[in-house]
């Protein structure tokens, strides 16, 4: 049985480092998973959880879990209002701009349109001898992207609308640059990191900033950029 990297843990609340590829719960849609979040942390600390929150399954990262179903309650409020800062990390495609604001709104499955705003700083660059396509280089970005507001696939479709699809990403994504990852680095998740969760405890009110380090894919792919972990981020 996979263990769970717990990243923060208290009376009300505990948080884990979510690996690429593990679904939060059971899902219909997905029907070849056989372990998933919820019920990995359930066993490991023996007692009940309540996800508070989603990360896609290709999303690795800080994940925040309730003790308790008022916990819940009041942390899904918190997320609801805007009211809990996220941090993402994402190697994305091409030379994004030093900093950018996306302001685009994107649609519900239901087909209405929910506003949607994400700030991004771009923290290093590559450009590596790999040609594709009528290129001669490939170019990528280390990106720290702060989503805030919280719509279904946010950060994938912004970066997407934008020309800079997150590397991985196999909806909003460039195939041409996913069948590349594959091919010559054998790498089948996506490059979307949930870094950092910052928020006012729903209990006692205090400031909790929870943080988690990199996935090895992730921390791979970045050896191949050429870039310095320790240095950048």
Not at 47 to 59: A, C, G, I, Q, Y
Not at 212 to 215: E, F, M, R, T
Not at 217 to 232: K, T
């Given at each position: 049985?996979?263990?769970?990297?717990?990243?923060?843990?208290?009376?009300?609340?505990?948080?884990?480092?979510?690996?690429?590829?593990?679904?939060?719960?059971?899902?219909?849609?997905a029907?070849?998973?056989?372990?998933?979040?919820?019920?990995?942390?359930?066993?490991?600390?023996?007692?009940?959880?309540?996800?508070?929150?989603?990360?896609?399954?290709?999303?690795?990262?800080?994940?925040?879990?309730?003790?308790?179903?008022?916990?819940?309650?009041q942390?899904?409020?918190?997320?609801?209002?805007?009211?809990?800062?996220?941090k993402?990390?994402?190697?994305?495609r091409?030379?994004?701009?030093?900093?950018?604001?996306?302001?685009?709104?994107?649609?519900?499955?239901?087909?209405?349109?929910q506003?949607?705003?994400?700030?991004?700083?771009?923290?290093?660059?590559?450009?590596?001898?790999v040609?594709?396509?009528?290129?001669?280089?490939?170019?990528?970005?280390?990106?720290?992207?702060?989503?805030?507001?919280?719509?279904?696939?946010?950060?994938?479709?912004?970066?997407?609308?934008?020309?800079?699809?997150?590397?991985?990403?196999?909806?909003?994504?460039?195939?041409?640059?996913?069948?590349?990852?594959?091919?010559?680095?054998?790498?089948?998740?996506?490059?979307?990191?949930?870094?950092?969760?910052?928020?006012?405890?729903?209990?006692?009110?205090?400031?909790i900033?929870?943080a988690?380090?990199?996935?090895p894919?992730?921390?791979?792919?970045?050896?191949?950029?050429?870039?310095?972990?320790?240095?950048?981020l």
């Open positions: 049985m996979t263990v769970l990297d717990i990243v923060y843990q208290g009376d009300d609340l505990v948080a884990i480092n979510k690996p690429h590829g593990l679904l939060v719960h059971r899902s219909s849609i029907m070849d998973a056989s372990e998933f979040a919820l019920q990995l942390l359930r066993d490991q600390l023996n007692r009940k959880v309540f996800p508070v929150h989603r990360l896609d399954r290709k999303t690795g990262g800080v994940l925040l879990f309730a003790l308790s179903k008022d916990v819940e309650r942390m899904q409020q918190q997320f609801y209002d805007n009211k809990v800062d996220k993402y990390l994402a190697i994305v091409g030379y994004t701009n030093d900093e950018e604001d996306i302001d685009y709104p994107l649609r519900k499955e239901n087909g209405t349109l506003e949607a705003f994400t700030r991004y700083k771009t923290l290093t660059r590559a450009e590596l001898d040609p594709l396509g009528s290129h001669p280089t490939s170019r990528y970005s280390l990106v720290e992207a702060n989503p805030e507001t919280g719509r279904m696939h946010q950060l994938r479709k912004h970066f997407s609308h934008i020309f800079h699809p997150i590397i991985g990403d196999r909806t909003h994504g460039c195939n041409k640059q996913n069948k590349l990852f594959k091919e010559r680095w054998e790498l089948d998740t996506m490059l979307l990191h949930a870094s950092q969760l910052s928020f006012n405890h729903p209990v006692t009110n205090k400031a900033q929870i988690a380090p990199l996935q894919e992730f921390l791979r792919m970045m050896d191949i950029m050429g870039w310095d972990n320790e240095n950048i």
